[in-house]
């Protein structure tokens, strides 16, 4: 698609248990980021990766916080036995080019609701 | 830590008037500064960004202000439209450019 599309858009789990967000991003971007935003905040750096590694995982809030991007593309967030606190919108973006601009395209994110 | 912050959560104009928000940030390792608009239900969109080198850069019926002296950002909207009804955030690179550091935002209503 011509954006970055996150899957699903909305997703409402109970405590404890396991989610996985989905991430595509614009064809050809080499640069892929995670980011989370809770009501009334700005987004909050996770994770970022450049081709098929996670170069700055230092945004994860703990070891629950898990992400993927096996081929380069398609990324997964992965978050184990969720938490109310984990209840926020979690952001994707992609980039064309890493570490030059703040230009980040993101996309219309995926609504975690932890009961 | 270092953050970002807004001094005004809500800001209604009307339709035509100039419209400024302001940011002011904290970590004096930033050389680089973006603002972001984002529409309920979507995700952030690039507007216009400044590096430390410069004081003001202008895009389309957008500019940007930047006071290093006194650790302040500010973007100004021109003829300010309906469609221009958003939050705003503004972001820094302190930390990189891979780990942008967002305010919190500011609404901006704008009413016809």
């Known amino acids: 698609g011509a954006g970055v599309s996150q899957t699903p858009s909305n997703k409402v789990t109970e405590k404890g248990k396991y989610v996985e967000l989905r991430c595509d991003p614009i064809s050809g971007h080499t640069a892929l980021y995670w980011y989370r935003q809770s009501l009334g905040q700005g987004p909050e750096f996770l994770i970022y990766?450049?081709?098929?590694?996670?170069?700055?995982d230092s945004g994860l809030p703990n070891d629950r916080f898990f992400a993927v991007r096996p081929e380069g593309s398609v990324s997964t967030l992965k978050i184990q036995r969720t938490e109310r606190g984990d209840s926020a919108v979690y952001l994707c973006?992609?980039?064309?080019?890493?570490?030059?601009?703040?230009?980040?395209?993101f996309g219309e994110g995926s609504r975690l609701t932890v009961l | 830590g270092e953050s970002v912050g807004l001094h005004l959560p809500t800001l209604s104009v009307q339709e035509g008037d100039n419209s400024i928000i302001n940011c002011a940030y904290s970590?004096?390792?930033?050389?680089?500064f973006i603002w972001y608009k984002q529409e309920s239900g979507k995700g952030p969109q690039f507007i216009i960004d400044?590096?430390?080198?410069?004081d003001k850069r202008q895009g389309q019926r957008v500019t940007v202000l930047l006071n290093k002296t006194v650790k302040h950002l500010s973007l100004q909207i021109a003829a300010t439209q309906p469609g221009d009804s958003a939050v705003y955030f503004c972001?820094?690179?302190?930390?990189?450019?891979?780990?942008?550091?967002f305010g919190t935002g500011t609404r901006l209503l704008v009413s016809p």
């Open positions: 990766f450049q081709g098929t590694g996670a170069a700055d």
């Open positions: 973006a992609s980039s064309a080019l890493a570490a030059v601009t703040g230009e980040l395209f």
């Open positions: 400044i590096r430390s080198n410069m």
């Open positions: 970590n004096s390792a930033s050389d680089y």
């Open positions: 972001a820094e690179n302190g930390e990189g450019f891979q780990k942008l550091v």
